[in-house]
Each structure stands twice: as structure tokens, then as C-alpha cells.
């Protein structure tokens, strides 16, 4: 299939939670058609047979929705000559969903049902917890037909066949066929610990693309719900992923200073978000964010003087430091530390104390109403023109325009979430006026 018609295809589904797998008639694939459930039940299942069975049922433009006698639902659609480049014919099974989540009651129930026995309860009820639920199956066989329709370029003519006596053609009565230790469950966690490993390797490595794909991956694994509640359930996976990020980045050689302010704003965000799809946003730029940071302040392939020099600054930012202070606190010749210290950062000394002042100054005019005064003696300033025009040089504002451009900003969104508030007062603060000041004083070169 072209690879650039599947993803689209398959970005749109799973936005609602849906699953796209290409399969063709070879052993390894075959158990995709119903998401490993009957492998996992059955000591034999004739995978073979029911992609046949299949086969019968989606020539040429024929898409078919199909439940089965595990209260499950798919959707199976021809894949068209021009859009593969194999000689095999494909197919793509989307699913299994549910339309609503299962209880342990209502499995068991299910077991019985199909004549299964009650040790298979925990295993089919864990699957079930991994699976979408979609309330609205209609509205998805819609939104799966004007997809197919658009992205493949033909119309796509649907056949629904109604719930089965075994949707595929094996027989379940023999309980010796049934699994004495089903593994699918055991599979699936492996495979997902195994992607969250590799997910954290590239974000430790600093590397954006390699952890997208990784995350990508691991978006498509059967998870196990934790809660009932949908968003409640993907804030604890957000949560989840914050703490494995903090940890890799931690490996990785950042301070944990930094670590500390990335995931504190994380935390803060996961809690304003509403809905699963901002969740989801949230994810994404959560790795991004922590990749960015393992690329700005990995230490790993510092010397110790430079990592103690570095871990001094972030916790002493606010005292009077200089390449004279470390070369005496160290024993060493200025010049001698000073080449050492670029070599090994790419930057001087002193402009990595501005550095680090100025990243807490950003902190302290985003989440406090302090002056512009108090916040350059806060981060090691006791000259505000100093600290005015080191800002400006780094931001291309003055802090005072960068506080308005943020008051604003939060203005905005009160008054998108709350329309008709009343604007909220802004009050003039001193430093503004004495940015134009000519005198400054700075730190030892």
C-alpha cells in the first residue's frame, strides 16, 4: 500500500481510538485480523481459514462490518490493486471496538455464553480493557467509509453481517482446544515495557524524531485502562509518562534543578487539561520538551569540575559569581578554566551565569506579580539597568514589555473561558521607568 494513503488513513482513526493493520496471508500477520483475541483463547485457531473467509467478503470495493460472539465489532476493507506494490492481496482490518466498556459480570456472561470456561475470565476481561469503546458505531462506519472513499479514491460499498455463530469458521465446542495458559496479555505488556524503554533511550539521547516514532508505537499498544472514566484514565498515563521522562533525562546528566522546573510546569499543565485529545497534545510536547532539554543541559560528557561549576550555578545563581570565583574555588588559572569551560559547553562561563539568571528571571515573570526590581535582585541582579539590558539582549524584550505580552496573554484566555469578564486592571511598575538609565554594572569577563 502507499505508505503516505495508510498514514492518513490511519492518523484519522486514531483519533477516535481505532486501530489500522494491514494484513496479508502470511502466519505472523494473520492474528491481526481480530487483534490476537482468538490466538489467545485457542490452542489452534485457523487464522488461514478466516482470512479466506474474509477474502470472500471484501472484493473489489467492498467494505464489511462485522460482530462477533465476543460482543466485538470490525470493520475489514479491500485494499485496491494501484495502492500496493505487493502481489499478495491485502487487507485492512480496523478493530476490534466495543460499543461500551465490559464488565468482569458481563464477561463471564460472555464465557458462558460460548461455552468457555471461567479461567479464561481474566484474560478476556484485560483484553477487553485495552479495546476502544465508541458508543456511537454507526457515526464511526461513516466516518470509515468517507475515509476510505477520499484517501483511496473510490467509493466503498458497505455489507454488515450481523452477530454469528462464531464469526470465523471454527468450532469453539472442544474446551481442550482452549489455552491452559493464555499469553496475549503477557505479550502485550512485554511489547509495550519494551517500546516505553526505547521511547526513553531517544528522548535520554536528546533525540525528538526517534522518540516520536517510539511514542507513535506505543500509542497503538493494547493499555490497559486504570480508570473508568476515560480522561481520568489518560491523565494517569500523562502523569505516568512525565515520571519516565524526569527519570531519562535525569540518566542522561541533567541537573536536577532543571529536571525539577520542566516537570513542576508539566504537572500543572496536565491538571488544566480537559479533554483527551489536549492529553494527547500534552504528550507529545512533553517529550518534545524533554528532549529539548536533555539537548541544552546534558552533562553526561562533562568533566567533574565542570558539572560542579554548572550544579553551583543553578543553586547559588542569586550570589555575586565570576570565572574569578570558580578559578579560586577550584585552584586553577582563569584561563585555564575559562577554555575549559567553553570546550566543554560551547559557551563562556559568564554568559552561562546570565544563562541561568535569566531562565529563573522567566519563571519568576510567568507565574509571579513581582516588580521588575525584585525580580533582578531575585536572580542575581543588584543593577536593574544591567538586568534590563542583559534580558533585552537575550529575548529582544525588556522584561517589563515581556510581563504585558504575558498579561495579555492571559487576559485573552480568561476572557475566551469566561466571555463578558470584566477586564482585569494592570498596574505600572517602577523599573519600566528606569530602563533608559545609562549606568550598568556587569560581571567579570
Request: hydrophobic fraction near 40%; glycine fraction near 4%.
Amino acid at each position: 500500500m502507499e505508505p503516505r494513503s495508510l498514514e492518513i488513513f490511519d492518523k484519522a482513526l486514531s483519533v477516535v481510538g481505532l486501530k489500522v493493520q494491514v494484513v496479508r496471508n502470511r502466519e505472523d500477520g494473520l492474528p491481526l485480523l481480530d487483534g490476537r483475541l482468538r490466538g489467545m483463547l485457542f490452542e489452534s485457531f485457523s487464522y488461514a481459514a478466516a482470512f479466506d473467509f474474509l477474502l470472500r467478503r471484501v472484493q473489489n470495493d467492498m467494505m464489511i462490518h462485522l460482530r462477533d460472539e465476543y460482543d466485538l465489532q470490525y470493520f475489514y476493507l479491500s485494499v485496491p490493486p494501484e495502492q500496493t506494490d505487493s502481489q499478495e492481496q491485502e487487507i485492512l482490518a480496523i478493530g476490534p471496538l466495543q460499543s461500551k466498556p465490559h464488565t468482569r459480570e458481563e464477561t463471564l456472561a460472555i464465557l458462558e455464553r460460548n461455552h468457555l470456561p471461567g479461567k479464561l475470565l481474566t484474560e478476556l476481561w484485560e483484553f477487553y480493557n485495552t479495546l476502544p469503546a465508541i458508543e456511537d458505531v454507526d457515526a464511526v462506519e461513516c466516518l470509515i467509509l468517507y475515509l476510505a472513499s477520499g484517501v483511496f479514491a473510490r467509493p466503498y460499498h458497505l455489507n454488515r453481517f450481523p452477530e454469528l455463530d462464531g464469526a470465523f469458521p471454527v468450532s469453539y465446542e472442544k474446551v481442550r482446544e482452549v489455552h491452559e495458559n493464555p499469553r496475549q496479555v503477557w505479550t502485550d505488556i512485554e511489547q509495550r515495557y519494551s517500546l516505553e524503554n526505547r521511547l526513553l533511550e531517544a528522548i535520554g539521547a536528546g533525540d525528538f524524531e526517534k522518540a516520536r516514532e517510539q511514542y507513535g508505537k506505543l500509542q497503538r499498544c493494547n493499555i490497559p485502562a486504570r480508570a473508568e472514566n476515560p480522561l481520568d484514565d489518560w491523565r494517569h498515563r500523562t502523569v505516568i509518562l512525565n515520571s519516565l521522562c524526569r527519570k531519562a533525562v535525569e540518566v542522561a546528566g541533567v541537573h536536577p534543578l532543571y529536571i525539577d522546573d520542566l516537570s513542576t510546569r508539566f504537572a500543572y499543565e496536565i491538571s488544566r487539561r480537559g479533554t483527551v485529545q489536549e492529553l494527547d497534545q500534552l504528550m507529545a510536547s512533553m517529550i518534545r520538551g524533554y528532549c529539548t532539554l536533555v539537548n541544552d543541559h546534558a552533562m553526561k560528557g562533562y568533566s567533574p569540575i565542570v558539572k560542579q561549576i554548572i550544579s553551583y550555578i543553578d543553586s547559588h545563581y542569586i550570589e555575586e559569581l565570576s570565572l574569578a570565583y570558580f578559578a579560586k574555588m577550584f585552584n586553577m588559572s582563569k584561563t585555564y578554566l575559562s577554555n575549559l569551560f567553553r570546550k566543554e559547553t560551547g559557551t563562556t562561563l559568564t554568559e552561562f551565569i546570565h544563562q541561568v539568571r535569566l531562565r529563573r528571571a522567566i519563571l519568576l515573570l510567568n507565574a509571579s506579580s513581582l516588580s521588575i526590581t525584585a525580580i533582578a535582585t531575585a536572580c542575581g541582579y543588584n543593577d536593574i539597568n544591567y538586568f534590563i539590558r542583559r534580558f533585552r539582549k537575550a529575548y529582544g524584550l525588556s522584561p517589563k514589555q515581556y510581563q504585558k505580552v504575558m498579561q495579555q496573554t492571559a487576559f485573552l484566555y480568561e476572557k475566551e473561558e469566561n466571555p463578558g469578564g470584566e477586564e482585569e486592571k494592570q498596574s505600572l511598575d517602577a523599573a519600566e521607568a528606569e530602563e533608559n538609565c545609562a549606568n550598568c554594572t556587569t560581571l567579570e569577563p
